[in-house]
């Protein structure tokens, strides 16, 4: 079964550029996250799909950051404009709907952002 | 979301067992138990998850205390590959939401 996949791996871009990452899941996963890693700390939500609806981005700059996830597949996140403390590790992350499968959140390898 | 402490780094020899503790005293009825780590340059992945028994798989062991206020991850025989951060959460799966509130966990180095 292929994991998640992202990409770009590494991106690094100057301050008050725009980026975007990419994000496939494990395929008939309904929900999808986003997270974000700051270096030294654990990842910290920025939002989460259930199919193509957001079900939770509070934790989301809107003012900068947007995320979409069309058709219930694939999503991309967009930083526009990137800041310095935008540098991080973004990770996203599958999981089924229903039954105790659900409670399993599959991760993939990231995509690390410097911004200079 | 209920909060989890656990020891910042631990060190462990391989192929012995090592014991990762984790306290939660402000734990509720309806809260999960939920171990993952994260390998370095790697996504966290999900190591093993409990209510009130024990629980067995094939990565490790969780061995929940009666009170339910700490829990403790066993690996049986660490190897280099087990040099991690472990995340030890709470999920509250009657809240609706599915989120994994992350600390800083535990940062484990296996000598060999």
């Known amino acids: 079964e292929a994991g998640v996949a992202q990409s770009p791996r590494y991106k690094i871009i100057e301050k008050r550029q725009s980026v975007a990452f990419w994000c496939n899941p494990i395929?008939?996963?309904?929900?999808l996250y986003w997270y974000q890693q700051i270096l030294g700390q654990g990842p910290k939500l920025l939002i989460q799909?259930?199919?193509?609806?957001?079900?939770?981005d509070s934790q989301l700059p809107k003012d900068r950051f947007s995320a979409e996830r069309l058709k219930g597949v694939d999503s991309t996140l967009k930083i526009q404009p990137a800041k310095l403390e935008d540098s991080a590790v973004y990770l996203c992350?599958?999981?089924?709907?229903?039954?105790?499968?659900?409670?399993?959140?599959?991760f993939g390898a990231g995509t690390r952002l410097s911004v200079l | 979301d209920a909060k989890t402490t656990q020891p910042n780094s631990m060190e462990s020899n391989e192929e012995e067992p090592v014991h990762l503790p984790c306290n939660h005293s402000?734990?509720?009825?309806?809260?999960?138990i939920h171990w993952y780590r994260q390998l370095p340059s790697q996504g966290p992945e999900y190591v093993i998850h409990?209510?009130?028994s024990n629980v067995n798989n094939r990565m490790a062991s969780l061995a929940i205390a009666e009170d339910r206020k700490s829990s403790t991850l066993i690996l049986h025989r660490a190897t280099l590959r087990d040099a991690a951060v472990y995340y030890c959460?709470?999920?509250?799966?009657?809240?609706?939401?599915?989120?994994?509130?992350f600390g800083k966990g535990t940062k484990l180095t296996v000598n060999p």
């Open positions: 992350a599958s999981s089924q709907t229903g039954g105790l499968a659900k409670n399993i959140q599959y």
């Open positions: 395929s008939g996963h309904a929900t």
């Open positions: 799909f259930q199919n193509n609806g957001v079900v939770d």
């Open positions: 402000t734990i509720s009825g309806t809260d999960y």
């Open positions: 409990g209510l009130t």
């Open positions: 959460i709470l999920r509250d799966v009657t809240s609706g939401s599915e989120k994994l509130v």
